[in-house]
């Protein structure tokens, strides 16, 4: 069984800003049933450039390949195109892996993607 650790933390802002309702995590096996799927709701809609959220879980069929999604809801208030996070992963035998993952949240033109409703934004993005 293992059972990874994933930390997150926002990298790139030199204040805090209006960003996110929630960060989430979702675990999909193979075949593209859940697995797992956490929301974390992040305090007073601010994204400290040092706040870090946790999503553990536990991988039961580890003969299967899992995909792993960031789930990312901002409100079209955050002043960035993107969203760089730290990923930091431990295995149940304690070996830690760290990534940096970018999360592209509009065009170059400035139009959010992802889905919409009103002012508020969901994007999917695929980590690993």
Known sequence: MIIPTIKTSKIKATTNVVMAF?????????????????????????WNKDYQTNFEFEIEDTSQRHRVDIL??????????????????????????????????ADDAGKWLGDGMGDIWDNEILWR
């Open 72 to 105: 990312i809801r901002n409100a079209g208030m955050y002043p960035f195109s993107n969203l760089w996070i730290f990923i930091h992963q431990t295995s149940p035998d304690g070996r830690t892996r760290t990534d940096t993952l970018e999360c592209i949240l």
């Open 22 to 46: 929630f960060i989430s995590i979702a675990l999909f096996s193979c075949n593209g049933n859940s697995v797992y799927k956490d929301y974390e709701k992040i305090p007073d809609r601010l």
